[in-house]
């Protein structure tokens, strides 16, 4: 399914508002309708398909949770984003415990919310292939983005089948770029849970004080700026699953608080007393080698343990030179829809050299690659030549 056939519904009260959103939506190649109120987008949603919903949560008639419900309804394939004020977190929660793919507080920034419904979009593709997989019984379930035929990575899509739809907390280790989150999405997917919200955090981008509100939230006036009551992502994730990428980078301190929450499934928000009980499966995912960090005394050996009770190791696409052209011809597709090109292949020397470069930033470099070169070709070429690459790929 390219990006022309990805129809997506904006829901907001707000004029300029549905103005910039469908603007941006249609320059990255979607097709867009908008609606006024949740009247208006049930009727929509009725007589027309609708695979991502951007939706208010405060709406004239009725509130974005009921649009979301309703949408779910007429179409269950549809992934939601709920854009929220910043005072209606409470609301925010409600929505991804009914269905939500995620949520974004006013006032928002373009380029995030862009990046979330790419995002969100990958999640629809990824749930529509593993739902086909699941009903057939051992089909395959990898994502639009992630077609391999490498044995090494049919390994790892026999190891997710076989435990996705268990409670087992799983550690995907492998370098940077390899799709250690595209494993982890199949993961939910495929599991008991996948109606229920998948909620993801990069524990590397964030300090220890932010990280540790931002994992298990922090009541208001718990600190300086705390203005309003912020829930944290163990509570988005009830009932579902909460992915960890790079847990080999939080601070020793941390460990001993997420240990403790992964025993009891209990915390507190940040200058709160009132325990709280969840119930999340837990995948995490690094792309350090953490029995060395563990004789360097950086982490903990009883933290490691109680994640790696299923270890799927993602291999390098060095490693996997079969899933290379495969790959490469998936991107190629997605990104001459999304940029109105007649691109369809690659030439001889192009493959030739695609196969030879080491690729040390794994399928993300080969993603950024091939769209550099769809981007940077005629308006009128069929294929892509070899002096649309960077030198990086053209030296010898």
């Known amino acids: 399914m390219s990006a022309a056939d990805i129809k997506i519904l904006v829901v907001d009260d707000e004029p300029n508002i549905r103005r910039v959103l469908e603007a941006a939506f249609v320059r990255d190649g ?11 987008a049930v009727e929509y949603a009725n007589s027309n398909p609708v695979n991502i919903l951007v939706t208010d949560l405060i ?12 949408l779910k309804q007429i179409h269950p394939e549809c992934t939601a984003i709920v854009v929220t004020a910043y005072g209606t977190i409470r609301s925010a929660v ?6 939500a793919f995620d949520y974004i507080q006013k006032p928002f920034d373009l380029d995030e919310v862009r990046q979330l419904v790419k995002k969100a979009v990958d999640f629809g593709r990824s749930t529509s292939t593993a739902s086909k997989s699941k009903r057939a019984r051992g089909g395959n379930p990898q994502t639009g983005a992630m077609k391999c035929s490498s044995p090494a990575m049919k390994e790892v899509y026999d190891i997710v089948e076989r435990v ?15 799709g250690k989150e595209l494993v982890a999405r199949s993961l939910h997917s495929l599991s008991r849970r996948s109606d229920k919200p998948f909620v993801p955090i990069s524990c590397a981008a964030l300090s220890e004080t932010l990280l540790e509100s931002e994992l298990f939230g922090h009541e208001k006036n718990a600190f300086t700026g705390a203005v309003n009551t912020r829930v944290g992502r163990f509570e988005l994730a009830n009932s579902g699953t909460l992915f960890l990428d790079e847990i080999g980078d939080i601070t020793l ?5 997420l240990l403790r929450v992964i025993q009891e499934m209990e915390f507190e928000r940040v200058g709160g007393n009132r325990p709280i009980k969840v119930d999340v499966r837990l995948v995490a995912a690094t792309n350090q080698h953490l029995g060395k960090a563990i004789e360097e005394g950086k982490f903990r050996s009883d933290l490691y343990y109680r994640l790696n009770i299923v270890e799927i190791v993602v291999p390098p696409l060095r490693q996997r030179k079969e899933d290379i052209l495969p790959l490469a011809e998936g991107f190629l597709q997605r990104f001459a829809a999304r940029n109105n090109r007649h691109i ?5 020397d192009v493959q030739e050299t695609f196969l030879r470069y080491s690729w040390p930033g794994n399928v993300r470099e080969l ?4 769209e550099r070169t769809v981007v940077l070709a005629d308006a009128d070429a069929v294929q892509v030549t070899a002096n649309l690459l960077p030198n990086s790929l053209r030296l010898p």
């Open 59 to 70: 709406l004239p008639d009725f509130s974005g949770v009921d649009v979301l419900k309703q």
């Open 164 to 178: 996705a739809d268990t409670g087992a907390t799983v550690l995907i280790q492998g370098e940077s770029g390899t």
């Open 344 to 348: 369809t292949a690659f030439a001889t």
């Open 94 to 99: 409600e929505a991804t415990q009914s269905g």
């Open 253 to 257: 301190h941390m460990q001993v608080k």
């Open 30 to 40: 979607y097709s867009v309708a908008t609606a006024d109120c949740g009247r208006k």
């Open 367 to 370: 993603e950024n690659i091939v």
